[in-house]
């Protein structure tokens, strides 16, 4: 195995360049327990921690790009306001040590359909900014998870940042799991109101092949909604996503949960977490 | 490859170390630094918890190669001149050590939430804050007031 240290981005992805097969490495929280658990030895790490221009974020427009460096206990500390619904998630992720180190970056690599991150990201519509020698793509988040951990990267490609439209309204992320640390989703659920555009956006983590939006869901809850009049939600309506968010799901059964008691706790989370983020909308209050 | 690595504040070379090595192997296994535990290996139970450039870390997730040139903290680093730390002592005094494998990392872990909270945390603070560090034996309750007892001395002394 080879160690290499890059200094500069431009020497990381020469580095990738030279050598595609190379893994990429920040925050160690996932690449090392694959190494130290002997689950898989890669040809080389590249590791990205000195490269200081990766750990910071910047507003750019109506986006936030943040990083690949950048910790989740940073993004909770200086992103909540900003992208509530991805600094919930990131709320879950392990422990304070593991958020201390871990990044949505490596989040993205790892592409584990039960990645915190991947929820939010999709209910926002994130933009993943990809970067080899041989220029930049910008891969819109619905087309990046292509299989179980597997994704739109080429080769020799690394993630530069990721962009994330600021909230323009409400997001809610919800989790299932065993306790309240250091727990792998059992399946998870985000929701974004986009009132400017009169949309909704989704995302459910850990109950398919990869994490996926409930399309239908979305447009039936948009249409349904009352944007203008902002009355209340109507019970039915509500039941009714968390029905179709459910249909969008297409769950197994794993050491960590049955099938159908996924499908079941995803129309749970997408019907509260819906009513969290309408109460905030109308000016209720939480539910 | 040979890692230079600054360890409680004293540089030292470790030499040999293999590129998929982590940081907790390098301290326990190259620099005769056994404070930091191995349990897991996966980030799980806090037993290997260091601070890397003052931030509390699982040594076991570091790769040794990524700690090149940075500082790193452990428990036996607390202990200045043989005194042992608030914390460290008031673990000890509320019997909040047991068999004592977990408590290098809970020391690690408590004395960073202590240092950087104003006052006494909060139960909720706390439980937060040590919630990646497993204790088989104690039922946390004596850490918990472990973690009291030493915030209470540092912030009212």
Same mark, same amino acid.
């Given at each position: 195995?080879?160690?290499? +240290?890059?200094?500069?981005?431009?020497?990381?992805?020469?580095?990738?360049?030279?050598? *595609?097969?190379? @893994?990429?490495?920040?925050?160690? @929280?996932?690449?090392?327990?694959?190494?130290?658990?002997?689950?898989?030895?890669?040809?080389?790490?590249?590791?990205?921690?000195?490269?200081?221009?990766?750990?910071?974020?910047?507003?750019?427009?109506?986006?936030?790009?943040?990083?690949?460096?950048?910790?989740? @206990?940073?993004?909770?500390? =200086?992103?909540?306001?900003? /992208?509530?619904?991805?600094?919930?998630?990131? $709320?879950?992720?392990? !422990?304070?040590?593991?958020?201390?180190?871990?990044?949505?970056?490596?989040?993205?690599?790892?592409?584990? *359909?039960? &990645?915190?991150?991947?929820?939010?990201? /999709?209910? !926002?519509?994130?933009?993943?900014?990809?970067?080899?020698?041989? &220029?930049?793509?910008?891969?819109?988040?619905?087309?990046?998870?292509? #299989?179980?951990?597997?994704?739109?990267?080429?080769?020799?490609?690394?993630?530069?940042?990721?962009?994330?439209?600021?909230?323009?309204?409400?997001?809610?992320?919800?989790?299932?799991? @065993?306790?309240?640390?250091?727990?792998?989703?059992?399946? !998870?659920?985000?929701?974004?109101?986009?009132?400017?555009?009169?949309?909704?956006?989704? #995302?459910? #983590?850990?109950?398919?092949?990869?994490?996926?939006?409930?399309?239908?869901?979305?447009?039936?809850?948009?249409? =349904?909604?009352?944007? =203008? &009049?902002?009355? *209340?939600?109507?019970?039915?309506?509500?039941?009714?996503?968390?029905?179709?968010?459910?249909?969008?799901?297409?769950?197994?059964?794993?050491?960590?949960?049955?099938?159908?008691? $996924? /499908?079941?706790? /995803?129309?749970?989370?997408?019907? +509260?977490?819906? #009513?969290?983020?309408?109460?905030?909308?109308?000016?209720? &209050?939480?539910? | 490859?040979?890692?230079?690595?600054?360890?409680?504040?004293?540089?030292?070379?470790?030499?040999?170390?293999?590129?998929?090595?982590?940081?907790?192997?390098?301290?326990?296994?190259?620099?005769?630094?056994?404070?930091?535990?191995?349990?897991?290996? %996966?980030?799980?139970?806090?037993?290997?918890?260091?601070?890397?450039?003052?931030?509390?870390?699982?040594?076991?997730?570091?790769?040794?190669? %990524?700690?090149?040139?940075?500082?790193?903290?452990?428990?036996?680093?607390?202990?200045?001149?043989?005194?042992?730390?608030?914390?460290?002592?008031?673990?000890?005094?509320?019997?909040?050590? %047991?068999?004592?494998?977990?408590?290098?990392?809970?020391?690690?872990?408590?004395?960073?939430?202590?240092?950087?909270?104003?006052?006494?945390?909060?139960?909720?603070?706390?439980?937060?804050?040590?919630?990646?560090?497993?204790?088989?034996?104690?039922?946390?309750?004596?850490?918990?007031?472990?973690?009291?007892?030493?915030?209470?001395?540092?912030? %009212?002394?």
């Amino acid at each position: 195995m080879d160690f290499l +240290r890059p200094l500069t981005w431009e020497q990381a992805l020469a580095y990738k360049a030279e050598r *595609p097969e190379a @893994t990429p490495i920040q925050g160690g @929280t996932d690449v090392m327990v694959e190494i130290n658990l002997d689950k898989g030895r890669p040809a080389a790490l590249i590791d990205l921690n000195p490269v200081a221009e990766l750990t910071r974020w910047s507003t750019a427009g109506p986006e936030i790009r943040v990083g690949s460096g950048v910790t989740y @206990t940073r993004l909770i500390a =200086e992103l909540g306001p900003l /992208l509530p619904g991805l600094a919930q998630a990131s $709320r879950t992720v392990g !422990s304070p040590q593991i958020r201390n180190r871990g990044t949505v970056a490596g989040n993205l690599g790892a592409a584990s *359909p039960a &990645g915190d991150a991947h929820p939010p990201l /999709l209910a !926002s519509g994130a933009i993943v900014e990809a970067e080899s020698v041989r &220029g930049t793509r910008m891969i819109p988040i619905t087309e990046f998870y292509t #299989g179980v951990k597997r994704h739109a990267l080429e080769p020799d490609e690394l993630i530069r940042a990721v962009r994330i439209p600021a909230a323009t309204g409400p997001q809610y992320f919800s989790k299932i799991g @065993t306790r309240n640390a250091m727990v792998i989703a059992v399946c !998870s659920f985000a929701v974004a109101l986009h009132p400017g555009e009169r949309r909704v956006g989704t #995302g459910i #983590g850990s109950a398919a092949p990869t994490p996926r939006r409930a399309a239908e869901a979305e447009e039936f809850v948009a249409a =349904e909604l009352d944007w =203008e &009049g902002r009355s *209340p939600l109507d019970p039915d309506v509500a039941r009714r996503f968390g029905e179709l968010v459910a249909g969008a799901a297409a769950p197994i059964d794993d050491v960590r949960g049955r099938a159908d008691y $996924r /499908l079941h706790s /995803l129309a749970v989370m997408a019907r +509260r977490t819906l #009513g969290w983020a309408w109460n905030d909308y109308t000016g209720r &209050g939480p539910a | 490859m040979r890692v230079n690595i600054s360890v409680n504040g004293e540089s030292m070379a470790a030499d040999d170390v293999w590129e998929g090595e982590s940081l907790l192997y390098v301290l326990r296994e190259r620099l005769g630094l056994p404070g930091a535990k191995n349990a897991c290996e %996966q980030g799980e139970c806090g037993s290997c918890t260091v601070y890397l450039d003052g931030t509390p870390v699982c040594a076991c997730l570091v790769a040794a190669g %990524q700690a090149e040139g940075r500082d790193v903290i452990t428990v036996e680093g607390l202990a200045a001149g043989g005194e042992l730390d608030e914390v460290q002592r008031s673990f000890v005094e509320t019997g909040a050590v %047991q068999c004592g494998f977990c408590t290098p990392g809970l020391i690690v872990q408590a004395h960073s939430l202590i240092e950087s909270t104003p006052g006494v945390p909060e139960d909720a603070e706390i439980r937060e804050a040590l919630a990646g560090n497993l204790c088989r034996c104690t039922g946390y309750e004596k850490i918990l007031d472990a973690v009291r007892l030493a915030a209470t001395r540092k912030h %009212q002394p």
